[in-house]
């Protein structure tokens, strides 16, 4: 068996695709320059630091979705006979460990901080000949981080939904609330400007909580779509409608007494059985069962692969 052309999206998908691509290069580079910044602007804030982190870490959705999503379109192999539609699951999971696991240290970091009344300074710097507070510069990196990533993030959010891309959703929901973290961070700069040290610590617990908070609501949604629960939308809104549009297709044929559809998540498709009931001596019911499939698969382009099993009775 040879190695298919890319299945994942079609042509009007593949569109959103590339556009999704581009902002996730141009993420990239973004964050990196950012994460810079405020590595040679924090100095020696527990908030600031704790911000250097958050765009360190906020590197992994965007890594994630490159790698995740290329692996999935390579289509079915020898070896992976299914495709390789999983990786994209795989990489929501990766992307929510990493959240999890930096978002806990971060957080007990801070915590340790406050606890053992350690003081950050926020001193100044001499730029000719006038002393300017180390403060400026802090929150001028702040805004460079925070203002962008919320364009980016709404951005992201109208892209995910047309993809069903889960890990592309929860950089979407990351980024556009980054300005809650800049904005605490800011808080805990000018805090300590004022010599109200605990603003700091303070400042870095609430951003490392909401690193916290995002890694594990991404992780319970990954590792249950891995265990194969019943499929939801992207937003996790609700429960996805497909299956029951499936079953309703499948029983409105004169031919089928009753049916009952089940699928899985994988990914950006949607893959599944369908235990059908035909009426007596339908006749030529193999063609019959390969027009069903067709028109299944033809309500929703994520409707990647159907099954169905004709049988006497329905357990």
């Keep these: ?20 691509l581009r902002l996730e290069w141009f993420t990239l580079a973004y964050i990196s320059s950012a994460a810079v910044l405020l590595f040679l602007t924090m100095g020696s804030s527990q908030a600031m630091r704790t911000s250097f982190f958050e765009d360190v870490i906020s590197l992994v959705p965007a890594i994630a979705f490159l790698i995740g999503t290329s692996v999935a379109r390579r289509g079915a192999h020898p070896n992976f006979p299914y495709g390789r539609h999983r990786a994209t699951s795989i990489a929501h999971l990766t992307a ?22 350690e003081r950050a300074t926020i001193g100044g710097f001499n730029l000719f000949g006038t002393m300017i507070w180390a403060g400026w510069p802090m929150l001028a ?8 990533s919320v364009i980016l993030g709404r951005m ?13 959703f929860a950089d979407a929901q990351m980024m556009k609330a980054d300005w809650m973290a800049e904005s605490a961070t800011a808080v805990g700069v000018i805090g300590t400007g004022f010599g109200l040290w605990w603003l700091d610590p303070l400042a ?6 909401d690193i916290l908070k995002d890694g594990v609501g991404t992780l319970k949604t990954a590792v249950a779509d891995l265990m194969d629960r019943r499929p939801k939308k992207t937003d996790e809104s609700d429960l996805e409608h497909l299956p029951q549009e499936v079953e309703q297709l499948l029983r ?4 089928v007494r009753d049916a009952r559809v089940r699928m899985r998540d994988e990914g950006h498709i949607l893959i599944g059985e369908a235990l059908l009931v035909p009426r007596p001596e339908t006749p030529d019911l193999p063609a019959r069962l390969e027009q069903a499939v067709e028109q299944a698969k033809a309500l929703d382009w994520r409707v990647h692969e159907l099954t169905i099993m004709p049988v006497t009775r329905l357990p």
């Design 204 to 209: 870095a617990a609430l951003v490392s909580a």
């Design 1 to 20: 068996m040879k190695a298919q052309d890319p299945v994942e999206f079609p042509p009007d998908v593949e569109a959103h695709y590339r556009k999704a």
């Design 156 to 168: 992201k959010l109208k892209l995910a939904p047309k993809m069903h891309d889960k890990v592309l």
């Design 141 to 148: 990196a702040l805004v460079y981080t925070g203002v962008p």
């Design 96 to 117: 929510a460990l990493a959240l999890c696991i930096m978002g806990g240290f971060l957080l007990f970091e801070a915590i340790m901080s406050y606890t053992t009344g």
């Design 252 to 255: 409105g044929f004169d031919w």
